[in-house]
């Protein structure tokens, strides 16, 4: 049995089983989608981890992961919406300005190489946990804040380097720390990559 696809096809699941709790079910179901939100980010970490460890970790693999990420965490995203329409509209200029930033991320990618950005980079990871935390805040506790606020600062920071990795690189290539390990791939310079982080 292939376990990081499993683990990647449970989070693909939970998208659609969260949309549906939130519209169906609404506010009663907040703490089941954050339970569910908890289990996806476990499966996130888990199946790079393992796909490493067996020696599976294709650039199929990784590319079906990072756009599995993109819908699960969207899933996220409109399940607060539907929860909490008036908080997300207050916040709707900090939203859009991410959502460019990722949609410049992919079109900047497929130009150059024909291919979508997968680059899981530290500062994605790191801006995955801001997310947790940020939406644990919001559909647990009706509450944007500091954790908000954060969250939308890393997601910022982290798609700017997700833009320079791919403007920098030379070649498409999945898994890559930051902008500046695609500066050393772009000259040939060789690095010790973390087998619990990238590949």
Not at 15 to 34: E, N
Request: glycine residues 6%; aromatic residues 12%.
């Amino acid at each position: 049995m292939n376990i990081p696809k499993a683990l990647i096809f449970f989070r693909l699941l939970l998208a659609p089983i969260i949309l549906s709790l939130a519209y169906f079910i609404g506010d009663t179901s907040k703490t089941v989608i954050v339970v569910l939100m908890y289990l996806g980010l476990i499966s996130d970490i888990l199946d790079g981890i393992i796909a490493r460890k067996q020696g599976v970790s294709s650039a199929q693999l990784r590319r079906m992961d990072s756009q599995t990420d993109m819908v699960f965490w969207l899933s996220i995203g409109f399940a607060t919406w539907i929860l909490y329409p008036e908080l997300i509209a207050t916040h709707a200029t900090a939203i859009y300005a991410i959502l460019a930033m990722e949609v410049a991320c992919y079109v900047i990618s497929i130009v150059r190489f024909k291919k979508e950005t997968c680059t899981h980079a530290f500062l994605s990871k790191l801006w995955g946990i801001t997310l947790l935390i940020a939406f644990t805040s919001l559909i647990g506790f009706n509450h944007a804040g500091i954790p908000f606020t954060i969250a939308i600062i890393m997601g910022l920071i982290s798609h700017i380097d997700r833009i320079l990795i791919t403007l920098i690189l030379p070649k498409w290539t999945h898994d890559i720390p930051s902008a500046y390990h695609a500066y050393l791939i772009r000259k040939g310079i060789d690095f010790k990559r973390n087998d619990l982080l990238n590949g």
